[in-house]
């Protein structure tokens, strides 16, 4: 943080800590809705307030009780399972498509790049009740159209099933993995791909050997953005799942409306105690790589 | 000979258009024999960077045929060819170590680890750099990178290597070392070179031969000598060195000299080149350093112009003087720094004149 220069006007010290302030107040309009239930998924009553023990900072007012609830409770431990064999999948597909596609994008030769690109970011901006409809419709049509009025009738649909929900949260997490992509590609010297191809290097060993350690940043952002999309994503799961792909969000949002525990606390807390450590490790990781290979992070 | 006969690399009738109307490069043909150290040299835009970019195989001929050993080689792709190539940028990769950059080609081609180590330490060795194998080439200074580029072009022995520039980004001093580093290591180890530069005291100082290239053409191709003393059209004599032009008529031809009424009605000695009849509009071309104003150095019959003094620069070795002749302002002459040389004054007036060998009547 740099002084105030001498030559500094009132105004100008004025503004100096005006805008600090401003910023704090910005910080805890973002940060404190998310703190203030961490200290209520400690609470020892089934209440969402503060009880007044917990305001005396009585030790009696406080445990662990629904942190048991959630590591013993079934139903919880299901929707956990659910959450964790769907979002690394998801995570998956979206980080290998939307690399890929990425690639093909930042290619100047590619024609309609711009409509290409806008379609493929689309799941982000629509909202997300309407992919959800769309996926709901899409997914539980059996029935491919052919010309003249003929159809092929599926043997089954994809509602209700694990892959169903899996392709869904793949399509909601491509536009991150796309965006982080480009942005590293941007800085992407494509003379390196022309110095492999040159040293006898075939466009697969290229991709791999030499784009790909050099796009990792990007990849692995774009990847954590789609799991942390899977792993929170509440509406189309409601519409493409069924009980059986039941997610730690729904049994969140169910529990909600259904019986109002403050276990629902305890789960927000651990998740996000699981964010901030997911994010620290991936901005170190992504530290470690780019100062190996000389780039200072900007 | 033919373009094709025992040529190492030949361009046959090659065209090039990147959008189907203007052609960048217009029916080249060239051929190199083994072991040539060949510039490419020409202004931005004149086609060079195009033609070294087709021989290398990132870009493909609109028309015509490119050898190397005999064989079409257009339908090979770039990593099938087995071109080193150093580029303008050194395109070294960042996250790989030096060792490991100069590794990445000999593991490509399946060659054992042992064997690796031993030619990459080799490769090292030969541009002196064998005690940076560990480092990262963020790491390096731009001169110990373009070390390292040449190094890994020429690790996996090929037999030809092209330089698109690569001296382009470096200080002057650096530049002059690895001029000669590199032309001592590409005759030393025996391989066909084709470099691309503008820079044509790059291009002199390094090469067996020099293509100068304008609008998609060679205009002139020779070794640097005939080059710069025999240019055959004014874009060379324009484009190699510094250059007095003249512009006129011609008078006469006897044989191999011919006499130029120039437009301010002043007559000269001159060489025809590519001038045929009397009566034709030329250029006429006169290297600085060969214009004399001693007239007990010129022969007796030689013409003479009437010269001004405008503009006297010393400049260590040599003095450069500017001179107001027939009619033009930019006339200069170069003299060597000897102790008993004359220092001209502005406002003198000097009479010049040369050997007619060395004015030549170049295309109008």
Excluded at chain 1, 103 to 119: E, K, W
Excluded at chain 2, 253 to 271: E, F, H, M, Q
């Amino acid at each position: 943080m740099s002084a105030l220069p001498p030559y500094a006007t009132t105004g100008q010290r004025i503004w100096h800590y005006s805008f600090r302030v401003i910023c704090g107040l910005i910080f805890f309009f973002l940060i404190a809705p998310i703190l203030v239930i961490i200290p209520l998924s400690f609470n020892a009553e089934d209440f969402f307030t503060f009880t007044p023990e917990m305001l005396s900072f009585d030790p009696e007012g406080y445990s662990t009780k629904h942190y048991e609830d959630f590591f013993t409770n079934s139903d919880w431990q299901l929707a956990l399972r659910n959450s964790l064999k769907i979002a690394p999948v998801a995570t998956l597909l979206s980080v290998s498509l939307g690399t890929l596609a990425a690639i093909g994008l930042s290619q100047s030769h590619v024609p309609f790049r711009r409509a290409i690109m806008a379609i493929l970011i689309s799941p982000m901006i629509v909202p997300l009740i309407i992919s959800a409809t769309g996926m709901y419709f899409f997914y539980s049509n059996p029935y491919i159209p052919l010309p003249f009025g003929w159809t092929i009738e599926l043997p089954f649909t994809l509602t209700g099933t694990y892959i169903g929900v899996v392709l869904a949260h793949a399509a909601l997490g491509i536009p991150f993995v796309i965006i982080t992509v480009t942005a590293t590609l941007v800085g992407f010297d494509q003379s390196l791909t022309r110095a492999a191809a040159n040293m006898g290097a075939g466009p697969v060993t290229t991709f791999f050997r030499v784009q790909m350690p050099l796009i990792l940043p990007g990849v692995v952002s774009g990847g954590l953005f789609a799991f942390i999309t899977s792993f929170d994503e509440v509406v189309v799961v409601l519409f493409v799942g069924s009980a059986g792909q039941k997610t730690l969000p729904w049994q969140m949002f169910t529990g909600l409306r259904e019986q109002i525990s403050p276990t629902i606390l305890a789960v927000a807390t651990i998740l996000i105690t699981l964010s901030v450590i997911l994010l620290f490790v991936v901005e170190i990781l992504r530290r470690r790589s780019e100062r190996l290979r000389g780039i200072t992070p900007s | 000979m033919t373009a094709t006969d025992g040529a190492f690399v030949a361009f046959e009738r090659v065209q090039k258009s990147y959008d189907g109307e203007n052609l960048v490069v217009k029916d080249l043909n060239l051929s190199m024999p083994k072991g040539e150290f060949l510039t490419m040299l020409g202004p931005s835009g004149s086609g060079k960077t195009t033609c070294l970019m087709m021989l290398a195989g990132f870009e493909t001929a609109t028309h015509g045929d490119i050898l190397l050993d005999g064989v079409s080689i257009n339908n090979i792709p770039p990593h099938k060819r087995g071109i080193g190539m150093v580029f303008q940028n050194y395109a070294l990769f960042p996250h790989m170590s030096v060792a490991e950059n100069l590794s990445f080609p000999l593991e490509v081609r399946k060659i054992g680890k042992s064997d690796r180590e031993a030619k990459v330490k080799r490769a090292l060795d030969m541009v002196q750099m064998g005690s940076f194998a560990g480092r990262r080439p963020a790491q390096l200074s731009g001169g110990q990178q373009q070390r390292i580029a040449l190094a890994r072009a020429l690790v996996f022995e090929p037999e030809l290597v092209l330089m698109d520039e690569p001296l382009g980004a470096l200080d002057k001093q650096l530049r002059e070392t690895l001029q000669f580093e590199i032309t001592n290591l590409a005759h030393e180890l025996g391989i066909t070179t084709v470099y691309v530069t503008h820079d044509q005291t790059e291009a002199l100082t390094m090469s067996d031969r020099v293509a100068v290239f304008d609008d998609g053409r060679i205009q002139q191709l020779a070794p640097p000598d005939e080059l710069y003393e025999k240019p055959e059209n004014s874009f060379v004599a324009q484009f190699i060195g510094e250059n007095n032009t003249l512009e006129g008529v011609v008078e006469e031809i006897k044989g191999n000299t011919c006499i130029v009424k120039l437009d301010s009605g002043d007559i000269i000695d001159a060489v025809p080149v590519n001038v045929d009849n009397v009566g034709d509009r030329t250029k006429v071309s006169i290297r600085p350093e060969r214009v004399e104003f001693d007239r007990n150095r010129l022969h007796d019959d030689a013409h003479t112009l009437k010269a001004e003094v405008l503009e006297f620069i010393y400049m260590g070795d040599i003095f450069r003087t500017r001179l107001r002749v027939a009619g033009t302002d930019e006339f200069v002459i170069k003299t060597r720094n000897a102790p008993d040389q004359k220092r001209l004054k502005p406002g003198e007036m000097i009479e010049i004149g040369w050997m007619a060998e060395d004015c030549r009547a170049l295309d109008a």
